[in-house]
Structure formats: C-alpha cells, structure tokens
C-alpha cells in the first residue's frame, strides 16, 4: 500500500516561507498527478496546488503567484514552496494522488500555523 508522508509545516510569520514536503513509498510520483490539499477549521478541504506526471501546474486563484509546486521524481518526493504566507493561509496540509483521493485514504497531513 502506499504511504505518503507530508512534513515541513510549521509556525511562520505573516509574509514569511516554508517549503513542504511529501515523500512517497514507492516510485508513484512519476506516473501520477499529485496534488497539494489544505483544511482549516470550518472549511472543506481544498485543492491549492497540483502537478502533473508531465510536469503542467496549475494553482487556486487564492495562491497563485505565492506557492510553486515541484517534483523529484528521483527522490519520490514533492515539494510546495510557500511564499509571503498570510494569516488564511493556516491549515493542515496534505499531499494526494488521485486514486488515493477517491478512496478517501490522506496521510497525516503538516500543520502551518501563520500568525498576524
């Protein structure tokens, strides 16, 4: 079964950077779209970022310009680099593909924390 695992989250200050990452199990990223989700309390989980196995992006209107998603297929790893972080952007952040997402299987997620 496949694992992913996200990490890099953390507490930053508004206008501020973090770069998350998602480490996969096996060598899935390669031939698969990933996507970057977020969840924040009261809110539906969203999409915010996505790459596809060939490399196209494409961002929610409310990060684009700021977050740049990439891969490694190499290294099984996906990456989002956050920059100039505001306080709405606090939430759990989760990395998918999309099988996984039909299965409503989500790791555990990495919690940023932007405060004011």
Not at 64 to 84: C, E, H, P, W
Request: aromatic share 8%.
């Amino acid at each position: 079964q496949v694992q992913l695992v996200e990490s890099g989250g953390g507490l930053v200050q508004a206008g501020g950077s973090l770069r998350l990452s998602c480490a996969a199990s096996g060598s899935i990223f390669s031939i698969n779209d990933v996507g970057w989700y977020r969840h924040a309390p009261g809110k539906q989980r969203e999409l915010v970022a996505a790459i596809s196995s060939g490399g196209r992006t494409n961002y929610a209107d409310s990060v684009k310009g700021r977050f740049t998603i990439s891969r490694d297929n190499a290294k099984n790893t996906v990456y989002l680099q956050m920059n100039s972080l505001k306080p709405e952007d606090t939430a759990v952040y989760y990395c998918n593909i999309p099988l996984m997402v039909a299965g409503g299987s989500w790791g555990q997620g990495t919690q940023v924390t932007v405060s004011s």
